[in-house]
């Protein structure tokens, strides 16, 4: 069950430090690689870079809660959300499919907690 997860390329769970300018003052930030891949699809959606995506998180999660307690959790959690809705998306796309469509998609599995994902993670 768990060789979805045990099979990663430990390269994605190493963590890499970047410094980031925000608002002129220089800060680190370490993150697991595919945290740092994920932003950089999030930022590329957005047609921003990666350093401009975290600037616009940060003053979003500023303006929202006054303050950003710990940036490097947030940045994970905004990858995991990002994920999660990517995933539900697919799922809901996978399930308005016709019969004929579904037969050339991965099939839909079950995974912890119940919840669908398709086949190819």
């Not at 599995?109 to 669908?116: E, H, I, L, N, Y």
Request: proline share 2%.
């Amino acid at each position: 069950m768990c060789d979805i997860y045990t099979r990663a390329d430990p390269i994605h769970y190493e963590q890499r430090t970047r410094s980031v300018r925000i608002h002129g003052m220089v800060t680190s930030i370490r993150l697991e690689n595919l945290c740092w891949d994920i932003l950089a699809r999030i930022a590329s959606k957005d047609q921003v870079t990666t350093n401009q995506l975290i600037c616009k998180l940060y003053d979003e999660i500023v303006e929202r809660q006054g303050k950003v307690e710990n940036l490097s959790s947030f940045l994970r959690i905004t990858c995991m959300r990002f994920l999660s809705l990517v995933a539900e998306n697919n799922e809901k796309d996978y399930l308005m499919m016709g019969n004929a469509e579904r037969k050339d998609k991965p099939q839909l599995k079950s995974v912890s907690g119940g919840k669908a994902a398709a086949g190819m993670i």
